[in-house]
């Protein structure tokens, strides 16, 4: 059986296609084909080796070792918040304008039951927050009002020593 060499150029992607045209048949042959018939290759494994230990014997380094080997990824589901993120940035906000409320909820809760008067928490957006918020508020309204009392009240003390 003789073969011939031939050459064609595929019209979609431009390569150079080698095929054989057997001369009994005269049906094309791909030259990869041919090759793997007249000549099988030895396969090739490469191994891995990984260090030996009692670490290495954990059940969680099984399964690491086992993805690795068969070259498995493991996809985070965590991964989808970052397009997500960048998609959808109005949800995002809504998201940490909630957490934020929380916090600064838990924040008033914390430091009611505080018996030490120089620790004080306060949310992240605190400064944000605290404008909506009733409770702060009302703090800042108490503080200006004890500020306004005292000045007040120096000021009459002031005039009380003073001898007419």
Known sequence: MSNI?????DDETGEVITYFVNDET???????????????RATTSKTISFPKGYMSETKKFQNLKANIIDGSNVFS?????????????????????ILELFLHVR?????????????????????????FCGVCRECNTMTKIEQLQDERRCRYDYLKRIAI
């Open 107 to 131: 924040c008033h809760q914390k430091n009611k039951s505080l018996k030490d008067p120089t620790l004080y928490y306060r949310s992240p957006l605190h400064i944000v927050t605290s404008v």
């Open 5 to 9: 060499k031939r050459f064609c150029c």
């Open 26 to 40: 005269g049906e094309p042959t791909p030259v990869s084909s041919l090759a793997m018939q007249s000549a099988p």
């Open 77 to 97: 589901p965590r991964l989808l918040l970052i397009p997500s993120a960048a998609l959808c940035p109005a949800i995002c906000m809504v998201l940490l304008a």
